[in-house]
Nanobody, 118 residues
Framework: QVQLVESGGGLVQAGGSLRLSCAAA????????MGWFRQAPGKEREFVAA???????TYYVDSMKGRFTISSDNARTVYLQMNSLKPEDTAVYYC????????????WGQGTQVTVSL
């Protein structure tokens, strides 16, 4: 069983920064990509960023390029550095693992709340 545990969320003022972490627990596994998604109240879940197993490839939604940075330190912990936060970044942030190229994001964490105030 793969477990993903997010941390690092919280309340921050607009313009501030947060770093989210996603740690993989349970059985050792490799993944094709690890991704961050978010869901704001009343909105659908949306993709934020993803990183390959090697860390050599990263992917972002255009609107977050330059403000958000995804990274990993040992392929078992993935980070999302969020800078210049805006109130519209308020959402529950989830990490998810995509095990193979042919699979979807199969494993999800429980989410961590990020609230950006004016």
């Amino acid at each position: 069983q793969v477990q993903l545990v997010e941390s690092g969320g919280g309340l921050v003022q607009a313009g501030g920064s947060l770093r989210l972490s996603c740690a993989a627990a349970g059985r050792t596994f490799s993944y094709y990509r690890m991704g961050w998604f978010r869901q704001a109240p009343g909105k659908e879940r949306e993709f934020v960023a993803a990183i390959s197993w090697s860390g050599g490839s990263t992917y972002y939604v255009d609107s977050m390029k330059g403000r958000f940075t995804i990274s990993s330190d040992n392929a078992r912990t993935v980070y999302l550095q969020m800078n210049s936060l805006k109130p519209e970044d308020t959402a529950v942030y989830y990490c998810a693992a995509r095990i193979s190229r042919s699979s979807q994001y199969d494993y999800w964490g429980q989410g961590t709340q990020v609230t950006v105030s004016l």
